[in-house]
């Protein structure tokens, strides 16, 4: 049965309703932040666990927290395809980054329920705990843990509040001795799918509800500690001061000039600290960030070598200490040509508005839990339009009912249509 303007529009202003319902779970009462393991966090997963039990999903919590809803395939023995995304946030974030990817998929489960459908496929929705890292500075904390990739060195790190992740996860009922326990076999994954926010302008601009991506960005994440010698503002010549503020101004605008060299690269230094900093003394020690993006790693390997090479040259040059440490680390990711064949084939089937014939095709400059799952099985992404001129990561961060609805009809076609995983060999 094809679905009527009036239920199209009660999906997706159903999906808008539980965004909003979700964002009430802040860990600031003025605006959206919801970091890991925070009380706010805890009550949206309890929420996203109930969601998922009435669409008619079997739920478990894993051993880092992520909400893992199934829903079984006619025959038990099938492999699964897992869709998902994050629910935790930025700090000040939107509301849609991450969450839509579990509410679209849910909404289609839900809808599988009601007209009692199994498909070839077994389905498996993966709320992921930790993505944004915001917290604890753990990015993709949640699917790496899934693979079995955590890194058991991230439980010792502190918030600024200076607890440390594994306490954080005993005061949520969670053992940090058994983060191993998340890990799920790869070999029962057929394929990842992630529905999500474009988190840009480029759908907005050419009139398009939904996209496919095509590639995501690889990126890395460093934290730079510049070491200079605090003095009295008022005595200290300029000629002989080491003033590690100015020496960090001068490597953020280095980053700022290597990465605008063009194409997909992009460079953002995100957090500036000084240590103990006072109007009139001389900043003896800040701590910067670096977060440098490329679509492909050739690109981003030549502008990070090019960035800390000038960074260097900075501090030799005003007498300065520099220290390094990357604490993020992701490839480039392609997503499977025979996926983006199969979402495209769903958009065209379901948006008959779309301006083009054909579904339009673009790459993420964002990272994606699906950068993490690609290390195991192959990957897809469908990208929702986003309002408000494409901005994200900000409480601007807008979509249409209209199109979250496009985004579960597409959905619920590629899903309808997805053949048994086979064991090895093209779809």
Not at 11 to 24: C, K, N, S, V
Not at 72 to 95: E, I, K, P, Q, W
Not at 201 to 218: C, K, N
Request: aromatic share 4%.
């Amino acid at each position: 049965m094809e679905a009527t303007p009036a239920s199209r529009d009660a999906t997706g202003g159903r999906i808008l309703e539980q965004a909003a319902a979700l964002a009430r779970h802040s860990d600031a009462p003025d605006h959206y932040t919801r970091t890991y393991l925070t009380p706010a966090h805890q009550a949206a997963a309890r929420v996203i666990a109930q969601w998922m039990r009435e669409a008619g999903m079997a739920v478990r919590v894993d051993a880092v927290g992520s909400v893992i809803g199934r829903y079984d395939a006619a025959d038990a023995a099938a492999r699964t395809l897992l869709m998902g995304s994050h629910f935790d946030s930025v700090r000040n974030g939107g509301r849609y980054d991450g969450v839509l990817g579990i509410l679209v998929p849910i909404a289609c489960v839900a809808e599988l329920h009601a007209r009692r459908e199994r498909l070839a496929c077994a389905i498996e929705i993966a709320a992921f705990a930790d993505e944004e890292g915001a917290r604890f500075q753990t990015s993709f904390l949640a699917s790496r843990a899934m693979l079995g990739r955590l890194d058991a060195a991230v439980l010792e790190r502190r918030d600024a509040d200076g607890v440390s992740l594994a306490d954080a996860m005993r005061t949520a009922g969670l053992d940090p001795a058994r983060v191993a326990d998340a890990r799920i076999d790869p070999a029962r994954i057929g394929a990842y799918v992630e529905v999500h926010i474009e988190q840009g302008p480029v759908l907005l601009g050419e009139g398009s509800a939904l996209g496919v991506v095509t590639t995501i960005a690889g990126g890395t994440r460093h934290t730079l500690r510049v070491r200079g010698e605090a003095g009295h503002a008022g005595t200290v010549p300029m000629t002989m001061r080491h003033d590690a503020l100015a020496a960090a101004a001068e490597m953020v605008l280095a980053v700022e000039k290597r990465c605008a060299a063009g194409g997909s690269l992009v460079g953002t230094v995100g957090i500036l600290r000084v240590k103990d900093g006072t109007g009139n003394v001389i900043p003896g020690e800040v701590e910067l960030t670096a977060d440098i993006r490329a679509g492909d790693d050739a690109t981003r390997e030549a502008a990070e070598a090019d960035v800390f090479a000038a960074c260097d040259a900075i501090a030799r040059r005003r007498g300065v200490a520099l220290e390094r440490t990357r604490t993020h680390h992701v490839h480039a990711v392609a997503c499977a040509p025979w996926l983006q064949e199969r979402l495209a084939a769903a958009i065209e089937e379901t948006d008959a508005e779309r301006p083009a014939p054909r579904a339009r095709r673009l790459p993420s400059g964002a990272g994606h839990d699906a950068m993490i799952l690609a290390e195991a099985t192959e990957v897809g992404m469908l990208f929702v339009r986003c309002g408000a001129g494409g901005v994200s990561h900000n409480p601007a961060e807008t979509i249409a009912a209209e199109d979250a609805g496009a985004a579960v009809r597409a959905l619920l076609a590629f899903l309808r249509r997805l053949p048994a995983f086979p064991a090895d060999g093209p779809r």
